[in-house]
């Protein structure tokens, strides 16, 4: 199915809310004139085809509720190195024009952009992460004379390095997780995870890696709010062939994340494939408080 444009205009679809009662389960009678024995199997029998019932019912109405739409993004993570003696009005300059951006060119759907927290082997300072609706998008903004210009005047003057990493992932298919718009993501920490997989482990042993690492952070609804991964498709950037990008609800959730056993046993079961990763984050601000 080709998928659709959106434009902030468009909501979701209202649905109207009904419960559904439970079904009606009738007790067997129980006749005075039985023996007792056959009275307590009768009234075993009718509470196991109530119980029965009911999980039953519970799994349909479970099944029902779990089908989720899916729409394909596309996201596009840049890391910058800026120079050491970057000063406070620099840094704004470079970030407000990155931000801004979006508002000269089609195609972005969402951002988010800050100084990294956590050193790094790489030393990169920065971080940019966009959202694009499809790949055609991703294409003609690397070509934007706009965007050409901003790197010219307000970014590379600031820094001496930078690295691209695009993949392709889903989102549940509504606006605000399509364009992180809502309170939930107004602040929080974004937290990139760049891996090269070894060569010798492409197919099934990274496949198990990300469906593992999927698993994990969905079941974790109260730290997390959103996860995208994929393979890089940014034939300019080698170095690294998947990104992961998750949007954590605060930096304590962050840290519970990190420290908690789970991650941890995924980090350890899958570091012998893992050839090389980069693992950044940052701390993201409302609008209008820190970048405009």
Not at 17 to 23: F, G, M, S
Not at 104 to 112: K, L, T
Not at 219 to 243: A, R
Not at 248 to 253: D, I, K, Q, T, V
């Amino acid at each position: 199915m080709p998928t659709q444009a959106l434009t902030l205009n468009q909501f979701p679809n209202s649905f109207s809310h009904c419960r559904r009662q439970n079904p009606v389960l009738s007790t067997p009678s129980v006749s005075l004139n039985v023996s007792r024995s056959n009275e307590t199997m009768n009234m075993r029998l009718s509470r196991e085809r109530k119980r029965s019932s009911i999980m039953s019912f519970s799994a349909e109405q479970s099944s029902s509720f779990s089908v989720e739409q899916r729409r394909e993004v596309v996201e596009h993570i840049c890391l910058l190195k800026a120079k050491k003696d970057l000063s406070d009005e620099e840094e704004n300059d470079m970030l407000d024009y990155l931000y801004t951006s979006q508002y000269q060119m089609a195609g972005i759907v969402a951002i988010s952009l800050g100084r990294i927290s956590n050193e790094n082997t790489e030393n990169y300072t920065h971080a940019v992460f966009m959202r694009f609706q499809r790949k055609e998008d991703l294409l003609k903004f690397y070509d934007n004379s706009f965007y050409l210009k901003v790197l010219m005047e307000h970014v590379t003057p600031y820094c001496h390095g930078m690295i691209n990493v695009d993949f392709e992932s889903e989102v549940e298919d509504d606006i605000l997780p399509i364009f992180r718009k809502g309170e939930e993501f107004n602040f929080g920490v974004e937290f990139v995870l760049l891996i090269a997989f070894a060569q010798s482990a492409f197919g099934g042993p990274v496949e198990d890696a990300l469906a593992s690492l999927e698993k994990l952070t969905a079941n974790l609804p109260s730290l997390i709010v959103q996860t995208t991964q994929g393979s890089n498709i940014n034939p300019s950037s080698e170095e690294f062939s998947h990104g992961v990008v998750i949007r954590f609800r605060s930096l304590e959730a962050f840290e519970i994340f990190l420290s908690s056993a789970e991650y941890k046993m995924w980090s350890t079961k899958f570091e012998p494939i893992i050839r090389k990763k980069l693992p950044i984050h940052f701390s993201v601000d409302p609008v209008g408080k820190e970048i405009m």
